[in-house]
């Protein structure tokens, strides 16, 4: 089992800069890819970035592009999402998930509990 536990969530201005953290603990070593994901308000969740564990390869969804960065620090079993030029519509729970491996791609086993991000124009 893995457990994923986020923080960095918070209040900030339309303009403004976060940086949310996740920390895996558990069977780490079955954590193949991590991701982020976020849920608003009224709508379903999507897909925010994903990184994988060896390469490290970053994919985004458009809305992120230029302006989300995902990384991880493989000794410490954390990854990162750094959000900058943050937009009221980027206002949302942030959830970080992780896949093992054997998984097929794009499928998440095990999610954290979320961390909320709102943004003030």
């Known amino acids: 089992q893995v457990q994923l536990v986020e923080s960095g969530g918070g209040l900030v201005q339309a303009g403004g800069s976060l940086r949310l953290s996740c920390a895996a603990s558990?069977?780490?070593?079955?954590?193949?890819?991590m991701g982020w994901f976020r849920q608003a308000p009224g709508k379903e969740r999507e897909f925010v970035a994903s990184?994988?564990?060896?390469?490290?390869?970053?994919n985004y969804a458009d809305f992120g592009k230029g302006r989300f960065t995902i990384s991880r620090d493989s000794a410490k079993n954390t990854v990162y999402l750094q959000m900058n030029s943050l937009k009221p519509e980027d206002t949302a729970i942030y959830y970080c998930?992780?896949?093992?491996?054997?998984?097929?791609?794009?499928?998440?086993?095990?999610w954290g509990q979320g961390t909320q991000v709102t943004v003030s124009s």
């Open positions: 558990g069977s780490t070593f079955t954590i193949r890819d």
């Open positions: 998930a992780a896949t093992q491996y054997g998984s097929s791609h794009g499928v998440y086993d095990y």
């Open positions: 990184i994988t564990r060896v390469v490290g390869t970053a």
